[in-house]
């Protein structure tokens, strides 16, 4: 395994500063969209050198073998989204003892092997996005809403329906009414049969938030497949690729998720202020994130990016083409 890197002779690489990103696996539509932020941020600065790399198949061998491979070859820092949070610690430690920055951001390293981990976003931040965008899709006009998890274990899931019903509690909500939460265990036959169960159980439903790729594509699906579309709306998390054609069937007015290129670009802008020395990585420090502005570490050394991004009719197609 090889680390990509750029042909570019000694002499002009004298003076650039060397940020690795090494990614879960090469192939990736959303880690190509992360590279390209990444190679966005490289320009602003100046006086970087983005070295994009990853795995052939999304192993913690594979990305092991590519940390020791990019500290030998001297980068100044490493952005990692890692394939295992525990098992790239030993390797991580020695490029950091080697003076290497080692971030991570989208799939975190646990503490011990990074400097500071990016969060696409925060749970809080998650669970007021979804509330808002179905509040918009209704013109504020409110009404009965369900949920459509995933498993009724999943971590991330239940802490953003916790946030939703929180964020459901402040004044400008109180016309939306939850009457229920289901779970299509991430299967889409089964995500679709829910999303029809709860469309019978509740004639005058007027939205589905789904907070899971797989169960939002099949509320899309089950809302155009019961002829319910400009009656009930979709919203939550998805893949512009997969939602797009829920978009323009209508069934879906807008929905959010991670945007791969802002991403790309704050981790690698990060990155810099550490080689830099203008962040440390110490729990309350605020950083620089350029264009996406200051993100604060927390007592575990983990940031959050900012607001989900919105998907609609205005931009969909542009991104279905990346991830």
Known sequence: LV?????????????????????KSLGNGFFDAARDGGQEAAKQLGDVELIYTGPTSPTAEGQIDLINSLVAQKVDAIVISANDPSALIPATKRAMERGVKV?????GIAKAGRLMHLNPS????????????????LKGKGGKIAILSATAQATNQNAWIAAMKVTLKKPQYSNLQLVDTVYGDDQSDKSYREALSLLRKYPDLKGIIAPTTVGISAAGKAV??????GKVFVTGLGLPSEMAGYVK???VDSFAIWNPIDLGYAATYLAYQFVKGKAKGTAGEKISM?????????ANLEAAMGLPFTFNKSNVEKFAKIF
């Open 3 to 23: 680390a990509a890197s750029s042909n570019v002779s000694a002499q002009e690489k004298a003076g650039k500063i060397r940020i690795a990103m090494l990614v």
């Open 122 to 137: 925060n749970v809080a931040l998650i669970g007021e996005k979804q509330i808002d965008m179905i509040s918009k899709t």
């Open 290 to 298: 350029g264009r996406m502005g200051m993100t604060t570490l927390d």
């Open 224 to 229: 155009v497949d019961q002829k319910l579309v």
């Open 103 to 107: 971030i991570s951001f989208d799939s």
């Open 249 to 251: 069937a209508g069934s």
